[in-house]
């Protein structure tokens, strides 16, 4: 069956400028959630949505950084005012549900930003 | 000092070899301990995931945690070179399960 999906696959912009990252979650998953992964990094936490309300927010880093997913299914996280910081590997995983650490995330390959 | 300490490596050993990767940490709350491993360009998978302390096999892979050590280890028997992967340490907590805390990965490569 189909995983979880990211696009786009690799985005490069300039510093100040808007990006959208998008992710498509597995079928039938409730929980999805944000990483971001620097290079020789582990993946930090950002933020998870258990249906369509953000149940922790608590790693985004700062305002600039906002993710919404307004149906419950595709999630976007959306950057403002791009920093050089903020290149990184954006990850999406996403579970049958949220709240049980036994319940296995499911990643995408995630989204490779570059800010020049 | 981070919540999860996890030495980078990079580990380089022959094929079949026995592979000892580990982690230590600092937060008590933790409950949950996971591995991952990640190939180049791709998100991580799960490989073994263990709730408090004991030992967990599947197959090659050995899980172990030692909660009053606070000290997790995986082992790796018959390596094969499609082993050969960066392995992520992580952990969560009861009370916040879903927000898991990563190491910082090691590297490894098994050579043919």
């Known amino acids: 069956g189909a995983g979880v999906s990211q696009t786009p696959s690799n985005k490069v912009t300039e510093k100040g400028k808007y990006v959208e990252l998008r992710c498509d979650p597995i079928?039938?998953?409730?929980?999805l959630y944000w990483y971001r992964q620097s290079l020789g990094q582990g993946p930090e936490f950002l933020i998870y949505f258990q249906g369509t309300g953000a149940a922790d927010d608590s790693g985004l880093p700062n305002d600039r950084f906002f993710a919404v997913r307004p149906e419950g299914s595709v999630s976007t996280l959306k950057i403002q005012r791009t920093e050089r910081g903020d290149s990184a590997v954006y990850l999406c995983?996403?579970?049958?549900?949220?709240?049980?650490?036994?319940?296995?995330?499911?990643f995408g390959p995630g989204t490779r930003l570059l800010v020049l | 000092q981070k919540e999860v300490e996890q030495d980078p490596g990079p580990l380089s050993v022959p094929e079949g070899a026995i592979v000892s990767l580990n982690c230590t940490y600092s937060n008590s709350a933790f409950q949950y301990f996971m591995w991952y491993r990640q190939y180049s360009r791709k998100g991580p998978e799960l490989l073994m995931y263990?709730?408090?302390?004991g030992n967990k096999e599947d197959g090659r892979f050995t899980a172990q945690v030692d909660k009053s050590s606070k000290y997790i280890s995986l082992f790796i028997r018959d390596s094969q070179p499609s082993d050969s992967a960066t392995y992520l340490c992580?952990?969560?907590?009861?009370?916040?399960?879903?927000?898991?805390?990563f190491g910082s990965g090691t590297r490894l490569s098994i050579r043919p």
């Open positions: 995983a996403s579970s049958l549900q949220a709240g049980v650490a036994r319940e296995t995330q499911y």
């Open positions: 079928s039938g998953h409730t929980a």
């Open positions: 263990t709730y408090s302390s």
């Open positions: 992580a952990m969560a907590g009861y009370s916040s399960a879903s927000k898991i805390i």
